[in-house]
């Protein structure tokens, strides 16, 4: 048998050492780049929503599917036309009511078809449809419109924005025990209380998020103020890429030699808590006292507890009106623009992207009502005298001296400067 020779290409045509080298490549490249599946990337797309934005996504289509169900239709969402899904969103907004058999408020129909939209559009389904916007969804909008007209002139359009908390309230809730900084709950509802005013927060809204590290104390040529230590991420501005979004950090100053210095506060309350605490704001120690280091412990507020705050500090003062957390806001923004601040001021405290934003946020105090209220009541004066009183034009104001020279000059002509000296009497001229 002749002689032959099996040879084994183990690594491609490479050494031994080169076929490891390529291994470490081939690692690296794994590493830099992870597989993602399809769910993974439609669970990312739909990260970019708030979780209220999706509850209230989920609100709408199951009124939607509830619906279709009561009236023995079948939609498949993911097939139907625009022009079909037109004639049952048509029928669906003229039909739907609340558990009660009544209307839904105005701002629920709109939030309704808000949800649905972005059902569609959100994966798996991502039609890519606008059904506010688009023309083959013109019959149902019209219908839509329509009811919100009807309801409007019914009188049912009983919306109103979070009103501002009256200065009265304001002062029964700066004198209350409910915000005395002497104790563990005065202290963290002030402090509260404070950055709330000072920093225009909308409600609940990143509250959970905040930590001791989320602000800084700084100080300018005159006094001490804090601020933000981060561009923090709003309702209005997610983008990290705006230019102006420290400008929007806002700043509490101190207020020197008042017991209701905000910074002061914010200073004790920090030397308060635990240097191991995680979250801003934390629950008082059950058995806290006033002569004790610490004041609170590690468990930190929840959403729902944070959400509920002013109501809460409200019932506990007693103030003329239960206010909710975003009534704050209308406050800061109601007090600023009172003192005369420009819109452009008050946006880089509210964080308001238009000025059209703010006007539902102002709204005249009762002390501007009665003022107002008080000019018209004002006794007017009757036609038939401000007719004879202006009856004739009022008299020109005359110079002494001048019906002299209209006369005299009244056909002469001057090239060059002419000074006129008037004198009031005669003695008055010089010899």
Same mark, same amino acid.
């Given at each position: ?36 599946? $399809?769910?993974e @990337?439609?669970? !990312?797309e &739909?990260?970019?929503?708030? #979780?209220?934005?999706?509850? =209230? ?5 199951k009124?939607?599917q ?11 969402f ?38 649905i ?5 959100n ?17 149902? $909008?019209n219908? @839509?419109?329509? !009811?919100? &007209?009807?309801?409007?002139? #019914?009188?049912?359009?009983? =919306?109103?924005?979070?009103p ?10 700066r ?8 104790t ?6 002030k ?15 990143g ?59 914010f ?6 808590l ?61 007090k ?45 004066q ?7 009183n202006?009856?004739?034009?009022p008299?020109?104001?005359?110079t ?27 003695s008055?001229?010089?010899?």
């Open positions: 048998m002749d002689n032959f020779i099996i040879n084994f290409d183990l690594f491609g045509g490479l050494t031994f050492d080169e076929w490891l080298k390529e291994e470490d490549r081939t690692e690296q490249k794994m590493e830099k780049y992870k597989p993602v599946t $399809n769910e @990337l439609d669970q !990312l &739909k990260s970019r929503n708030e #979780a209220s934005t999706a509850r =209230s996504t989920s609100w709408a289509v009124c939607f509830d619906y279709l169900s009561n009236t023995g239709q079948r939609v498949d993911s097939t139907v036309s625009r022009e079909d899904m037109n004639k049952v969103l048509r029928e669906f907004y003229g039909a739907v009511r609340n558990s009660q058999g009544q209307h839904y408020a105005i701002g629920s129909y709109i939030g309704l078809r808000a949800g939209n972005r059902y569609m559009n994966p798996p389904l991502s039609r890519a449809w606008c059904v506010m916007q688009d023309t083959e969804f013109t019959s149902s $909008n219908v @839509l419109s329509g !009811l919100i &007209k009807t309801l409007r002139r #019914a009188g049912h359009d009983k =919306s109103q924005q979070h501002a908390i009256t200065e009265e309230d304001i002062t029964i809730l004198n209350s025990a409910a915000k005395n900084p002497k563990p709950q005065g202290l963290v509802n402090v509260w209380f404070d950055i709330q005013l000072h920093f225009g927060r909308r409600g609940k809204e509250l959970r998020r905040l930590t001791p590290q989320s602000f800084v104390i700084k100080r300018d040529a005159a006094a001490k103020y804090v601020s933000l230590a981060f561009n923090e991420e709003t309702k209005n501005h997610k983008s990290h890429q705006e230019r102006d979004r420290q400008s929007r950090r806002g700043a509490m100053f101190e207020e020197l030699g008042s017991e209701f210095c905000p910074v002061s506060s200073e004790k309350y920090l030397s308060k635990l240097k191991e605490a995680k979250a801003f704001y934390l629950h008082p120690r059950r058995a806290a006292k006033f002569e004790d280091e610490v004041w609170y412990s590690l468990e930190p507020m929840g959403v729902n507890h944070l959400g509920s705050m002013l109501s809460r500090i409200c019932k506990e003062a007693g103030t003329s009106v239960i206010y909710t957390n975003h009534c704050i806001r209308s406050t800061t923004i109601q600023l623009a009172d003192a005369g601040l420009e819109a452009r001021e008050i946006m880089s405290v509210s964080g308001h992207k238009s000025e059209s934003s703010l006007h539902s946020y102002w709204a005249p105090s009762l002390t501007s009502r009665k003022r107002w209220s008080s000019v018209l009541c004002q006794n007017v009757p036609l038939e005298e401000r007719s004879s202006n009856s004739a034009p008299a020109k104001r005359q002494p001296g001048m019906g002299f020279m209209d006369s005299y000059f009244s056909n002469c002509s001057f090239n060059g400067s002419i000074q006129f000296n008037f004198y009031s009497k005669e008055d001229m010089p010899q």
